[in-house]
């Protein structure tokens, strides 16, 4: 997003776009996720209809129609990527939400949902969200981000975003931009916003309050690598981490690991920011560039202090997001087992100081133990 609206609504609609997974230029979804819906139906004829004949063609009606291979390959594409997309914003919701105070000056007021339509997405993938996920011209709730202000006023994925506080929402290619611009001002300066939706053949006035929240993105990353980046801003997780991760808990321990880093400024420190976006922004897009993964990709390796630190703050945030503290030390022994780091372009190549970790994790599960029983605030 361009501008100074654009930069306040980017974390506020944004936390995964699945525009960023296909395109890598979303600017107005934070996390993107999206009910999927059927793209066609098979007619069936009663028994009572006339057979059809060479001379007697079919009614329009009653003919299916046939994907090209290009666009049947699309439609696939996009119901997984929305629906690992999905996953990521379910588990980041609580980490992003519940740790506003542990961000420091990366908090900020959110919407709490997202928002597209079909120009979000590019080429085929347009006419592909047109027939998987209902878009058209208006821009459409895409996810609404468990525990926000945006849930709890009753804000739905499906609803067409008419206007807000009066000032009418425009559709069509520029739909995101002309959004962020509206939407920029507001949601810095006031606790609620007045927002008229399209629902079921009709609209509807809602008062959503805005959410604080940390304000990083996070990403779906489009390859099979075992890895995550963060790049001071946002967070990427790679296909290949989320399946050998496999639970949404251990997928949490990556998140909140890698928004850790970013809260801890780690990147810029390290002056891997401009390495680490780049990676981010090849991985978002559907095809990306796999040759920038051979060899190290010119990513840094991180201290193993930094890295510690990072654990630290992460396991401080998982506590406080209700996930389970004492499996995290044996999921970063299972992958540094399964990839160590002789594995390039893995997470543990990366961050080598794996050891150093491990005995830092378990003074920082001890001490969140302690300050659990004796009933104390949880922040390091």
Not at 2 to 16: D, E, L, P, Q, S
Request: proline share 5%.
């Amino acid at each position: 997003m361009a501008g100074r609206a654009n930069k306040a609504v980017a974390g506020a609609i944004r936390v995964k776009a699945l525009r960023a997974t296909v395109a890598g230029t979303s600017r107005l979804a934070a996390l993107a996720a999206a009910a999927l819906l059927s793209a066609c139906s098979t007619f069936a004829p009663q028994s009572s209809a006339p057979q059809a004949t060479s001379a007697t063609p079919l009614p329009a009606e009653q003919v299916t129609p046939v994907l090209s291979p290009r666009m049947a390959a699309a439609q696939e594409t996009l119901k997984t990527m929305v629906a690992l997309q999905d996953r990521l914003t379910r588990v980041s919701a609580p980490l992003l939400i519940n740790n506003a105070d542990l961000c420091k000056g990366q908090a900020r007021n959110l919407l709490g949902f997202t928002a597209q339509n079909r120009y979000s997405y590019p080429g085929e993938y347009s006419e592909a969200s047109h027939a998987v996920l209902g878009y058209g011209e208006r821009l459409q709730v895409s996810s609404v981000l468990a525990g926000s202000g945006a849930a709890r006023a009753g804000l739905r994925k499906g609803d067409g975003l008419v206007a807000v506080e009066g000032k009418q929402l425009q559709g069509g290619p520029d739909a995101e931009s002309q959004a962020a611009e509206v939407l920029g001002p507001l949601v810095g300066k006031q606790a609620t916003l007045n927002m008229t939706i399209a629902r079921n053949g009709g609209n509807q006035t809602l008062n959503v309050p805005v959410t604080r929240a940390c304000a990083i993105r996070v990403h779906l990353g489009n390859s099979d690598n075992i890895n995550s980046y963060a790049d001071g801003q946002r967070v990427l997780i790679t296909r290949g981490m989320v399946n050998f991760a496999q639970s949404d808990e251990a997928i949490a321990y990556v998140l909140a690991k890698d928004i850790a880093h970013n809260v801890l400024g780690h990147a810029g420190s390290m002056r891997n920011a401009a390495t680490v976006g780049s990676m981010i922004d090849n991985l978002v897009r559907t095809k990306p560039d796999l040759s920038l993964l051979i060899g190290g990709a010119g990513i840094k390796a991180v201290p193993q202090e930094m890295d510690a630190a990072a654990d630290n703050l992460a396991l401080y945030m998982l506590a406080r997001a209700g996930y389970n503290i004492d499996r995290v030390k044996p999921f970063w022994q299972r992958l540094s087992t399964q990839y160590p780091a002789t594995v390039l372009n893995g997470y543990t190549a990366v961050h080598p100081g794996v050891a150093y970790r491990l005995a830092a994790i378990d003074k920082s599960v001890a001490d969140i133990k302690g300050k659990i029983a004796g009933k104390k605030p949880l922040v390091p």
